[in-house]
């Protein structure tokens, strides 16, 4: 590895894929294993060519799917390794089976996850039903509003998923296109900086130690495997305390302070939006125009979706006298997968007892525009003073033929 | 050791080693009495001083039975996660420890074996193989062939031989078992060009041991095709499998020949030509053929025309 940079962070123009393309740089793993598949695509590449200038020392390997690039991962984490890989949508579909497989054999691998809408029918563009078809799978699930936060996230990634008490994969999402392929300014942390702070790989049980063979994998039947879960259960519940530790000492190091979800204007709101990754940028916008109208507005924007801080948000949630949820991927037949962790939030754990209301946008990429999120603050007003949801729940927006 | 009645010192080098080196896979293992899948894997740690094994192994007969947690049969570091993936699985231990290796990180020299069965190697598992291959990583994929998908209760693959009953092939009104000839593997894999390729019997361990020695030795991917009969699968007797493996070699269905660098040997020549009527009507599951001699016929003509393929091949690249 050469050409590491010494000095000050620097400001830079960047896409959301290539700021996570440089944060693997900066983690140099030991290997990377990966399929293209658009929106990450450039992360792919940009990787490929920080190995073609000798400035990783990750061992790439170019697999032949999504499949055999999660396999080929785990069989590298179990190697020792400290191991990334990046896709979207189908891709990680296709990783689905061995998603499952990472976690439960507690492999630390690291995933940047740029969402995008799953096919049927074939779709590019951002919705979240990747990552949230995947969120019985077992990984830690950042999401990240900005390239800076989806950098930031990355390069606290290491460091919670290896973490002893926790040791379970991780997958930091961001928004196909909206983010992955906008190019805005962040701040890029010099590469000392943040090879200290990521700190080295501590091999568990590697299967190279051949003077202690271990057999990984084995067949765990009716007599050991629920054990064996409640142990993972255990690390995701643990990394809970984990994420905020990490995320409190990249603040003592870089500045940037993150929790385990973040509350924009929430202590005195009456109508509080809750929302996750790029769309939470547009909702803070409109909640600062309003605000100067004097509507008491405020946003909840998801950080940690696995594990889910319920206690916490329910808390965040007890003054709120409505909690409008926006899920931006669909469960047929049933709410948003983030509009029912709320409810539970604020049912088991909110001293308050707001309404809820959750609807569907953006499946796709369709976009959900400044006017859009005016009018959801507007019918929730409307609701808070009817002292009822009604026929809004669970409504899509800016669909064509629905009302809303 | 079987059929050597002289001493040790009168061992080939390589017999010598099979015998005295500690062996890889402890016996207790769940699989059926009389299955000889564990023959091969008891070689593994002793093809070489040079160097130690690390293994993977896809789903599969092999896998469930030596591993039911808190046991397993492995001596040597083990690994196994899914049935179709195991050649990527194993791409990517292989890759770290390069990585490691260029890093200072290991000094150790270390070797990796992949094995799976028919429906791991030749269906489910084909694109990660074939993948894996490709790339060039450092790899020797043992597939140990009985022809159905055993552990699952005898499904057919694409490796079933033409005209077997299976569970999903069976004998009724309408059909006669397995339609159409087997997938060859083999050849498949020799047109990745890999730099070794052979096909193996369990019968016969002094050509397998040697081989696996070969593939394991040779710097890069590698491949052995392993007959390997299943008792229940092929519904012979439980003393049966090493005779039954034999018989299948000595009818030319399942021809001993290794490929080095593009050059064919064909390593054993049966000096009488057997018809395949004695292997075939010796299992159970060709029995119902009796009734229908034009499968037979065409089951003869196969193998006969391989068996040229091979021998031209040979004499081609003499």
Redesign the interface.
Known sequence: MSNLTTGKPKIVPITGAGACAQAMRQINPDVVAAFPITPSTQIVEDFSTFVANGQVDTEFVTVESEHSAMSACIGASAAGGRVMTATSSAGMAYMWELLYVAASMRQPVLMSLVNRALTGPINIHCDHSDSMGARDAGWIQLYSETNQEAYDNLVMAARIAEHPDVRLPLMVCQDGFIISHSIQTMQLEDDKAVKAFVGPHLPYHSILDTAKPVTWGALDLQDYYIEHKRGQEQGMRNALRVIQEVSDDFAKTFGRQYNLFEDYRLEDAEIVLVAINSVAGEIKEVIDELRTKGEKVGLLKIRSFRPFPYEQIGQALSNAKIVTVLDRSASFGAHGPLFTEISTAVYNYASGRPLLMGHTFGLGGRELTLRHIEHVISESRICLDKGEVGNRQGMWLNVRGDKS | MIESSGTLAELSPETKLMCERPGTFSGGHRMCAGCPTGLFTKMLTRVSDEY???A?NATGCL??AS????Y?S?????????F??A??????????????V??GK?R?K?KFVVMGGDGGTYDIGL??L???M??GHDLTYICYDNGAYMNTGVQRSSATPLGAATTTTPVGSEGSGRKGNRKDLTKIMLAHNLGYVAQASIHDIHDLFRKMKKAIDHDGPSFINLLSPCIPGWKIDADMAVESARQGVECNFWPLFEVENGKFTINYRPTVKKPVTDWVFSQGRFKHLKKHPDVIAAFQAEVDKQWAWLEMEEARTK
């Open positions: 130690e094994i690390v993977g896998e469930v591993s039911i947690f808190p397993s492995w001596q040597i570091p083990w690994i196994h996660t899914a179709e993936n050649s990527a699985m194993m791409s990517g231990v292989e890759a770290c420890y390069r990585s490691l260029r890093q290991m150790k270390l694109q990660s074939s993948g894996a490709e790339r």
